[in-house]
C-alpha cells in the first residue's frame, strides 16, 4: 500500500494545487499543466480510398487515418474534425474536396470514403491534411527533501506512458491529459491511493487446491497436464509486440512453472478474435473454430476461459449458458477456471469515466461470479484487478494498444495475477 498522502485541487483551466505527505515532510505547490497536444500532417496519401461504409463500425467506415490509427482500430476522438481537408492532389493549392458531396468523413473515429455518387472516386487516392491530438499522462512526484514537482509524460495516441522519476522521488499522483481536451477536470486527477492490488488469502473453499484438485495434484507430483486457454482476441494476443510471452495465459503458464518447477505443462492455445461462445457453438463440424473439434476433442485437464466477448449476455443468460458448457466440459473430464473480463471503453461499459469504479456494471460478471460460487467453479477475478487501477493512479485506457478493449502486456498481467491467487 502507500504511506503518502495528496490532496489535488483544480485552480485554473492548466492549474492545480497540491498538498502532499511523504513521511513527515509536508509541502504545498501550484502547478502547471502542459494542455493536450496537438500534431499536424500535411497530404497523408489516402490509397486505396474505399467508398465510405456507413453500416460498419465508426473504424471500419473507411480509411483509417494514420495520425489516429492504433492497430486494427483508431482512436475515438483523436481527430480535429473542422481541420480536415482533402484534395485530389498532393498540391496544396488544388481545389478541396467538399465533405458530404465528394466524400463522407466519420469524425469522432477518424474513417473517410468516397461518396457513392462522386466523380472524385475515379482518382482512387486523396490527399489529407488534418490535426490530432494525443493523450498523455502527467506525473507528480515528491523528492526525499519534500519538494514536489510535476513531470511529463509522453504523448500517445493510445497507450501514454507515465514518466520516468528521478531516483529518490515517490510518486504521489498522475494526470491524464486525453485528446483534444479544453481544461482540466476532475475526471484528469488520479492520486495514488494504493500502490499495489491489496492481496488477501483465498479462502481455501476457492483455491485451486480445492475448486480444481486434479490439476493441482498433478502440478504437485509431476506429472504431465494439458492446459487450454479459450478465448477471443484478448486470449489470440497476436496484436502484442511479443506475444509468445507477454499473452495473459504465456505470463501465467511461466509463473505457474515457477511455482511448480516439477511440474510438467503443456499450454494449447484456442482463441478465435471477435467472437464468443456462442460464435464458437455455432461453427460445423470442419471449422477451423468448431467446438467440438477444437475444443472438446483435445480433453486438455484444465481449461481456462476468457471470453470478453460474452460481455453481451446479461446476468441470467450467463448462467444458463456456462451451465451447457459446465456440463460438457465435465463430460471429458476437463476442469475449469473462468476469467472475469478487463475493462474496455468505458462507453460500451456504461461507465462516464474511469475513476471510481470498482464495481463493475456489467451483468455479465455479475453472471460468471454467481455461476462460479453456485456450480464451485474456479474463477479468477481480473476484473477487480481492472476495476483498482484508478487507485493506483492509472486510468485503465491508456493500457489498451487499440484504444478500446486489446490489453498490452501490463494489462495482461492482472490476467496471470487472478490466474496465480488461486495457486
Not at 497530404?43 to 456507413?54: A, D, I, T
Not at 482463441?271 to 486438455?300: C, I, M
Not at 474496455?344 to 454467481?370: F, S
Amino acid at each position: 500500500m502507500t504511506t503518502n498522502t495528496v490532496k489535488m485541487e483544480i485552480c485554473g483551466d492548466w492549474q492545480i494545487e497540491i498538498s502532499g505527505s511523504h513521511g513527515a515532510v509536508t509541502n504545498t505547490v501550484l502547478l502547471n499543466v502542459a494542455p493536450s497536444p496537438l500534431f499536424k500532417i500535411i497530404s497523408e496519401p489516402c490509397l486505396p480510398m474505399p467508398v465510405f461504409n456507413p453500416g460498419a463500425a465508426g473504424w471500419l467506415k473507411g480509411y483509417r487515418l494514420l495520425g489516429v490509427r492504433t492497430q486494427e482500430t483508431s482512436a475515438k476522438g483523436s481527430l480535429l474534425p473542422d481541420s480536415l481537408q482533402l484534395r485530389a492532389k498532393v498540391d496544396l493549392t488544388a481545389p478541396l474536396l467538399q465533405s458530404g458531396t465528394d466524400y463522407l468523413v466519420d469524425s469522432e473515429w477518424g474513417a473517410l470514403g468516397w461518396a457513392t455518387n462522386t466523380s472524385a472516386a475515379a482518382e482512387r487516392v486523396a490527399f489529407a491534411s488534418y490535426s490530432y491530438g494525443k493523450a498523455r499522462l502527467d506525473s507528480v512526484a515528491v523528492g526525499p527533501d519534500g519538494q514536489i514537482s510535476i513531470r511529463q509524460g509522453e504523448p500517445h495516441v493510445t497507450v501514454p506512458a507515465p514518466p520516468v522519476l528521478k531516483k529518490g522521488e515517490t510518486l504521489l499522483a498522475n494526470i491524464f491529459v486525453p485528446v483534444r481536451l479544453n481544461k482540466l477536470t476532475a475526471d484528469c486527477l488520479y492520486p495514488v491511493l494504493e500502490t499495489v492490488y491489496p492481496e488477501t488469502p483465498i479462502p481455501e473453499n476457492l483455491s485451486a487446491a480445492k475448486l480444481i484438485p486434479r490439476t493441482y495434484a498433478k502440478l504437485l507430483d509431476g506429472t504431465p497436464i494439458t492446459i487450454l486457454a479459450w478465448g477471443d482476441s484478448v486470449t489470440d494476443g497476436s496484436f502484442l509486440p511479443n506475444p509468445t510471452s507477454e499473452s495473459w495465459q504465456e505470463q501465467f503458464v511461466a509463473r505457474l512453472r515457477k511455482k511448480f518447477p516439477q511440474a510438467k505443462v503443456t499450454l494449447i492455445t484456442e482463441a478465435w478474435g471477435g467472437r464468443n461462445t456462442d460464435s464458437y457453438r455455432a461453427e460445423p463440424p470442419g471449422s477451423v473454430h468448431n467446438y467440438q473439434e477444437k475444443v472438446l476433442a483435445l480433453k486438455p485437464d484444465l481449461i481456462i476461459s476468457e471470453f470478453v466477448n460474452d460481455a453481451g449476455f446479461s446476468q441470467e443468460q450467463t448462467q444458463a449458458k456456462y451451465g451447457v458448457i459446465l456440463g460438457e466440459f465435465k463430460a471429458i473430464g476437463a476442469e475449469w477456471i473462468i476469467l472475469t473480463p478487463h475493462y474496455v471503453l468505458p462507453d460500451w461499459m456504461g461507465i462516464p469515466h474511469q475513476r471510481a469504479i470498482d464495481a463493475d456494471p456489467r451483468g455479465y460478471v455479475k453472471g460468471l461470479r454467481t455461476f462460479a460460487a453456485t456450480q464451485h467453479i474456479a474463477l479468477a477475478d481480473a476484473s477487480l484487478r481492472w476495476g483498482r487501477l484508478w487507485r493506483q493512479g492509472i486510468p485503465y485506457m491508456t493500457l489498451m494498444l487499440n484504444a478500446i478493449n486489446h490489453p498490452n502486456a501490463t494489462g495482461m498481467k492482472l490476467f496471470g495475477d487472478s490466474l496465480m491467487e488461486l495457486f
